[in-house]
């Protein structure tokens, strides 16, 4: 191993105080499939660097060290001298020390020393902030710089667009970053020999998740639908609880483990290896009856918010799909995407509103559209009236599922995808472009606020796969009832299509 692989940066810092494997893959494979950021991580990263900018506005005359990542002497040189000048503040400020490369967002002049402020895009200061800030810490003052003070400036909560209250908020952890700078020099030497070996060999747990979820869970994790992780209702927490207790496989349960009614279905399902439905299925399914709708949304969710009222990192409907059930069996369809960088809530309320007013029930999967509704309400307070009366109709499949179906290819999961293939198999999102709620979340945002920058031709092929995606959506719902009253035994609706297997 050379001295150059073994160095370390704030960010791999960091992701060694996650795990050591997790640093040792990402230093030795940087060209690993599960390091590539997708269309939604990389998202993440654009509007990260979006809310950085952002923050330099607050710092008159402050200088940035506006300079290649790998031009690593020169940067430390820029910063010395920007320093040297007295700049009031210098942004992505950059020292090597201990083997470590480490850019300040923001380094102020404080007194006789300087107050170093990491900007982060999450609404709160969080635990995991403070390893990072104190590594920064760390080798600024082993360059000789004093830090007298150390933030985070993170976006405010209350903020509310376009000008309520400030867009950011200040949480001082100077005390925090004290407290665990004695342990940096070490945690910086374990890392460093670390990497100068072979793969370290660490246990799964709590790590995996916390702060973020490990991109290397497909390897170090046990697949199977056996899996303990797969039981209804156990995320990772209780996982790594069940894994501590010895209990990797659903099978390895011991018989007086205490489950709840969907666990104990889930249970039984997999022993006899079929589908699983109560016999209250029928009187559950007696409420979606009538002229029966089905809503679909797909939604903006933006750091800085975008349009009025909206805070920081706020969902915002942008788009629905809705089918409907005509009295002679077949169905209509209607759609709305936003266009443009205004405000699409209050047409979009129009035209759901429109779609929706013969309809007797209104059927979703989940209550997100009815918190999307609730939000409507406020944000477009001319159709309050009517999106309450809306909002007043909609009923939820998933509890319905939840409660009296069970599939062994559900492998513990409710959600629309995992539960559609094992109930609908004729159905598929195989042909599509756009398969999931986040990507199409990054695209709908990419036609609206950059679409100077996307071509036409591509920017008319996102729409049409967008207004695909989510009309498929609206439709697996129509499909799924039809497939519940089937098992519940009430085939009155037509086309039952293939059965199940199981
Ligand atoms: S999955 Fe867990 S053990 Fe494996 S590298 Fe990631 S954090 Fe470490």
Known sequence: MTTQAARLSK??????????????????????????????????FDQGRQVGEVARTRYPGGVLIDLPHDARAERVAATRKALDEGAPAVFEATFIADNTYVAIDVLEKQGDGYRLTE?????????????????????????????TAADVLHLNKEFRHPDSGDLFARTDVTGPVA????????????????????????????QCFEPRECPFIGRCWPHGPEHIG?????????????????????????????LNFTQKRQLKAMAQGRIVVEPTLAGELERFGGRLGFLDFETII?????????????????????????????????????????????????????????????????????????????AVPELATELAALEAKLIDLHPVVKNCVYHPDFLGSFSLKDILTPLVPELTYSDLVIVDGRVASVEIARLLFVADKIPRHERDRVRQDLLNYCERDTWAMVKLVERLRELGGKSGWANPGAMPRG
Not at 179 to 204: H, K, S, T, W, Y
Not at 230 to 258: C, F, H, M, W
């Open 302 to 378: 933006r750091a800085i918010p975008v349009w009025p009222g909206m805070a920081p990192w706020q969902q915002a409907a942008a788009q629905f799909s809705y089918h409907e059930r005509q009295p002679d069996g077949s169905y209509t369809h209607a759609a709305f995407l936003a266009e443009g960088p205004q405000d699409a809530r209050p047409p979009l309320a129009a035209a759901m509103v429109r779609a929706t007013a013969n309809a007797s029930r209104v059927v979703m999967y989940t209550s997100f559209e009815k918190t999307r509704i609730r939000e409507l309400q406020r």
């Open 230 to 258: 797969n039981l209804a209702g156990v995320g990772p927490k209780k996982t790594v609880a069940y894994l501590q207790r010895g209990i990797t496989s659903i099978s390895d349960l011991p018989r007086t483990e205490k």
């Open 179 to 206: 407290a665990f700078l004695p342990q940096v020099p070490d945690e910086i030497a374990r890392q460093r020999e670390m990497l100068a070996g072979p793969l370290p060999d660490v246990p799964i747990g709590a």
């Open 11 to 44: 960010s791999r810092f960091v992701t060694g105080c996650q795990c050591h494997k997790l640093l040792w893959w990402t230093v030795h494979e940087p060209d690993a499939v599960e390091l590539q950021p997708d269309k939604v991580l990389q998202d993440l």
């Open 119 to 147: 900007v982060k895009s999450s609404t709160s200061q969080k635990d995991e902030h403070v390893p990072d800030v104190a590594v920064q810490a760390r080798v600024a003052a082993a360059c000789g710089v004093k830090i």
